[in-house]
């Protein structure tokens, strides 16, 4: 049911006609009708042609996120569609075949705006990011339950940007039975502890799952330091590939027990793998005075910028841990080092990464440039889906 519609002022059609999907306000010249948040608006060009269907947040600088670019009822049969061409993709990628554990629904980049689905074997865990997604909350989940076989549906919508909708955070069952408190994922051949009630976003960091086969194939032999490791993905990758010991450091001491009880689900031994639970920053400054060195360094930090204001101060932060992580490798060695902030576009965290390989005075190459896994898919008409970039450098 199509509850209103809004009219965008002269002139301002022009990336929606391109397939993007977001409306700011600023382009917007009137609403016809009431429409509450989250309902279903039209959106017409200022000459009246019908450009799509979204959804309504007037609390947003985004005020409609568009579901499709025609005329189209938006409801159940509508979602189930989505959802089956989203999974079609990953299958024709062979992503379930191999993974017991990967994102199925990617939001904007498959078309399904604010909506994130992870499939952590038998359960699936969302987020409804968005004024649309939340309104079509439990239909979606209705969608989700008549098209992957599940035993339940956990959300995890406890994140600070549904504030900007105007929506608080939640979190908590929405379908079938509670996950339990740990689920155990296959990767690539590779075992991870998964906590989907309490982990970071909805409990993995599934976006890495290439970036971690790419490390795998280097790690014959070497040392590997892995820094914001979070329940260690990188250091178990590293010692299926053949690595002689991992060092993880991470300030949560409950996502280092789990990649201590990764390891040892996937066969290793504990002398195998340090757990370093501290300040990276703080620990890479004194191994560095220590002297210590590694074969292969792998900087994953959390989000450095959530918005331009911060940038300035992200870049600082980036170019003192790749400082460090330089500083702390072998003559030869590698570092894996990346960004997940959406705003550091790739050149800039290219050129922050060459100036502190200048600053520690080593004359480094780039070996491969990485990105997000490809079951987060990137629609080219909406580029800010495109957010976790990544250098192989060898010093």
């Given at each position: 049911m199509v509850s209103g519609q809004v009219v965008l002022k002269q002139g301002r059609d022009k990336n929606v006609r391109s397939h993007h999907p977001w409306v700011f306000s600023g382009a917007v010249q009137h609403v016809k009708g009431n429409p509450q948040s989250g309902e279903t608006v039209e959106l017409r060009a200022a000459n009246g042609d019908l450009l799509g269907m979204g959804a309504w947040s007037p609390v947003s600088q985004i005020q409609v996120r568009l579901w499709t670019f025609?005329?189209?009822?938006?409801?159940?049969?509508?979602?189930?569609?989505?959802?089956?061409?989203?999974?079609?993709?990953?299958?024709?990628?062979?992503?379930?075949?191999?993974?017991?554990?990967?994102?199925?629904?990617?939001?904007?980049?498959?078309?399904?705006?604010?909506?994130?689905?992870?499939?952590?074997?038998?359960?699936?865990?969302?987020?409804?990011?968005?004024?649309?997604?939340?309104?079509?909350?439990?239909?979606?989940?209705?969608?989700?339950?008549a098209t992957i076989p599940c035993r339940g549906i956990y959300e995890r919508s406890d994140v600070e940007v549904r504030k900007k909708e105007g929506l608080e955070t939640t979190s908590g069952l929405l379908k079938g039975e509670m996950p339990p408190a740990y689920l155990d994922i296959m990767e690539e051949g590779r075992h991870y502890r998964v906590d989907v009630i309490n982990g970071h976003k909805t409990g993995f960091y599934l976006d890495q799952r290439d970036n971690r086969s790419a490390l795998q194939q280097y790690a014959q032999g070497k040392t590997v330091l892995n820094c914001f490791s979070y329940t260690g993905g990188f250091s178990i990758a590293a010692l299926h590939g053949g690595a002689l010991q991992a060092t993880n450091i991470d300030a949560s001491q409950p996502a280092l027990d789990l990649a201590a009880q990764a390891a040892a689900l996937n066969g290793f031994q504990p002398e195998q793998m340090d757990n370093i639970c501290g300040d990276v920053f703080k620990l890479l400054r004194e191994y560095r005075n220590e002297g210590r060195q590694f074969d292969i360094v792998v900087l994953d930090p959390p989000k450095f910028a959530e918005n331009r204001k911060q940038l300035d101060k992200a870049a600082r932060g980036y170019k003192d841990i790749n400082l460090l992580g330089f500083k702390l490798l072998k003559p030869g060695g590698l570092l894996f080092t990346f960004s997940c902030s959406g705003l550091m576009e790739s050149g800039l965290f290219q050129k922050i990464v060459a100036d502190a390989a200048v600053d520690a005075e080593c004359d480094a190459r780039i070996l491969h440039k990485l990105d997000q896994a490809t079951d987060h898919p990137t629609r080219l008409a909406f580029p800010e889906g495109y957010y976790l970039k990544g250098l192989v450098c060898q010093k």
């Open positions: 025609a005329a189209a009822l938006i409801d159940r049969d509508f979602f189930i569609s989505r959802i089956q061409q989203a999974l079609a993709y990953r299958q024709q990628l062979g992503i379930p075949q191999q993974n017991s554990g990967y994102r199925l629904i990617n939001a904007e980049s498959d078309g399904l705006p604010g909506v994130v689905v992870d499939v952590f074997g038998e359960w699936l865990v969302m987020q409804c990011l968005t004024t649309g997604a939340e309104y079509w909350k439990h239909t979606l989940v209705d969608a989700l339950a």
